[in-house]
């Protein structure tokens, strides 16, 4: 069975950290990258930061140099490290899975770190909340 579980949402106020976690399972890690992705209350969900199995990483510009995303391969976890948070990051984030990392390797390659629309990803996992107080 596919499991994509992610933890580590909560409350914080304006400019601290939170660390998500997100435990894959049901498929060969190195198959896929790992993407995250957030919805804000009245948003479209979208991409946010993704790690290739050849650990190439990616960014939006709005978490750019805040955010941090990595992998563990002997733990089989991929980690988004978020500092210095915003009231605007407050959303629902979620992990997902990139077969081969195509869309991930796509973004990176293409340069364009604008809005990264909700599309694409093989397997979703269940979000968890981050709600950033000002």
């Known amino acids: 069975e596919v499991q994509l579980q992610a933890s580590g949402g909560g409350l914080v106020q304006a400019g601290g950290s939170l660390r998500l976690s997100c435990a894959p399972s049901?498929?060969?890690?190195?198959?896929?990258?790992i993407a995250w992705f957030r919805q804000a209350p009245g948003k479209e969900r979208e991409g946010v930061s993704c790690?290739?199995?050849?650990?190439?990483?990616y960014y939006i510009d709005s978490v750019k140099d805040r955010f941090i995303v990595s992998s563990d391969n002997a733990k089989r976890t991929v980690s988004l490290q978020m500092n210095s948070l915003k009231p605007e990051d407050t959303a629902t984030y979620f992990c997902?899975?990139?077969?081969?990392?195509?869309?991930?390797?796509?973004?990176?390659?293409?340069?364009?770190?604008?809005?990264?629309?909700?599309?694409?990803?093989?397997?979703w996992g269940k979000g968890t909340q981050v709600t950033v107080s000002s």
């Open positions: 997902a899975a990139d077969w081969k990392g195509g869309i991930c390797a796509y973004r990176i390659d293409s340069g364009d770190s604008g809005t990264w629309p909700d599309y694409g990803m093989d397997h």
């Open positions: 790690i290739t199995s050849d650990g190439r990483t």
């Open positions: 049901g498929f060969s890690f190195d198959d896929y990258a």
